[in-house]
């Protein structure tokens, strides 16, 4: 009977050792099959500033503040831009005046009175003739003094004089204004226009918003400061787009592709994982930063790739968050123009 019992148990023995073995192969195979790659959470930052020079009146937010794309931020003292606006708006409204009376011309009352002018003058000028004409017959006569012909020659010559220059007066009138004339009070409206317009804009300035959704990071200045284009008011972090700044040496290149999915993974949340996606590998080498906590040399060449997170509603990572990426292998990277985050459609 031993003779029995020892095969079988040698039989047992070796089973046992094939699947031991086939157990670790599977377990290597699994290992090799995803690559974790270690960094940290990054993000933009951008400081605001107003675009002209004022007196900060009011801020709006307080560190640590989520904000939405054109939320009011900050605010300056309105007072000096209201008084140029409010001119550069009197100023439109006398050069528009000007315009449109160059445009419509003379009323007809005005006419009118300008052909009565010349009625007038044409009488006066018959009177002034007649006049001469009888003192010129009296001086012939030695009945008048040669004194008083001259005087009635000069007032016929002014009586014409004035006769041509009301009638070039009204013919003006008929006519209208030059065409150079309507094109320069024309020109001059839209400088007032532009001026109005570029009043509005400052006025407008004086509120600083959110050029996007984010945190406020730090308020750089207070109510009362001076403030600046040069001089930032409020630190400002961009939430979206979000990223897992990751190093990979060369040999990662071959088979890492922009597009393809990953998992983002923190300490700080180990029961839950993040999807994401290869957005950027950077096409040239550099050292190893000392700040990154990779297994490899640090002394190697790397690769700077960027793994974007579709970040949930809550948005948990935070900047410079230590965080592990998980790509696996047989990846496949996501359709150009297709969005990383978008569900897998459900099987049929």
């Not at 148990?9 to 690559?35: M, P």
């Not at 831009?81 to 449109?100: C, K, M, P, V």
């Not at 009175?113 to 001469?132: G, P």
């Not at 040069?230 to 890492?256: C, F, H, K, M």
Request: aromatic share 6%; glycine share 4%.
């Amino acid at each position: 009977m031993f003779k029995f019992v020892l095969p079988l148990l040698l039989l047992l023995i070796a089973g046992s050792g094939v699947a031991w073995y086939v157990e670790q192969e599977n377990n290597s195979n699994s290992a090799t099959a995803t690559r974790a790659f270690y960094g940290n959470m990054d993000l933009r930052q951008v400081d605001l500033a107003f675009n002209d020079a004022g007196r900060i009146s009011d801020i709006f937010v307080q560190t640590g503040d989520p904000v939405r794309a054109g939320q009011p931020i900050a605010k300056l003292d309105t007072r000096r831009f209201d008084a140029a606006l409010a001119a550069a708006q009197a100023q439109l409204a006398a050069n528009q005046a000007i315009y449109e009376k160059l445009v419509h011309g003379s009323r007809p009352e005005d006419i009118e009175r300008l052909r009565a002018v010349v009625a007038a003058d044409q009488a006066n000028l018959q009177l002034r003739e007649r006049t001469e004409a009888r003192l010129t017959t009296l001086t012939q006569q030695k009945l008048a003094s040669p004194q008083d012909l001259d005087t009635a020659r000069a007032q016929r010559a002014a009586a014409a004089a004035q006769l041509k220059a009301d009638q070039a007066q009204l013919q003006l009138a008929v006519i209208g204004n030059r065409p150079e004339d309507i094109a320069a009070a024309k020109a001059s409206v839209e400088a007032a226009t532009a001026a109005v317009h570029s009043a509005q804009i400052a006025r407008d300035d004086t509120v600083l918003t959110a050029p996007s959704a984010g945190i406020i990071s730090n308020r750089l200045l207070e109510p009362g400061d001076m403030a600046s284009p040069a001089q930032p008011v409020i630190s400002l972090a961009l939430t979206n787009p979000r990223w897992a700044r990751i190093y990979l040496a060369e040999s990662d290149l071959g088979w890492i592709h922009e597009g393809m999915p990953a998992t983002i993974h923190s300490d700080s949340f180990p029961d839950r994982s993040f999807a994401g996606w290869v957005g950027y590998i950077s096409p040239t080498a550099e050292f190893t930063p000392k700040a990154v906590e990779s297994p490899s040399v640090r002394t190697a060449l790397v690769y700077q790739a960027r793994v974007y997170v579709c970040d949930p509603a809550d948005q948990p990572l935070r900047l410079g968050m230590p965080v592990t990426v998980k790509i696996a292998r047989d990846a496949r990277p996501v359709a150009r123009g297709a969005d990383p985050c978008a569900p897998e459609p459900a099987a049929p």
